[in-house]
């Protein structure tokens, strides 16, 4: 694939609405971490709530770093 031709499926993405398929992705992973923090502070068990106060921030950054490349640009 060239990249001319990944030029042209951006645009025609961009087109159809990717900047908001962006937003929603980005605003259903942090839904999910947050539906995920709270399963853990509820359950009983206290060592996932050790391991996932050691990982949160870190797969947070991660996801929204791959989320934002969605459209082919930072921010």
């Known amino acids: 694939m ?8 951006v645009a025609l993405a961009k087109i159809r609405g990717l900047d908001i398929a962006e ?20 359950s009983e068990n206290k060592y996932d709530d050790m391991v996932w106060t050691a990982v949160s921030g ?12 969605i459209d082919g640009q930072e921010g």
Do not use: Y
Not at 58 to 69: F, G, N, T
């Open 2 to 9: 060239t990249e001319e031709f990944k030029a042209e499926l």
């Open 23 to 42: 937003d929603l992705a980005g605003e259903l992973a942090e839904l999910a971490f947050d539906v995920v923090g709270l399963v853990v502070n509820k």
């Open 58 to 69: 870190k797969a947070r950054e991660l996801v929204s770093d791959l989320v934002d490349k």
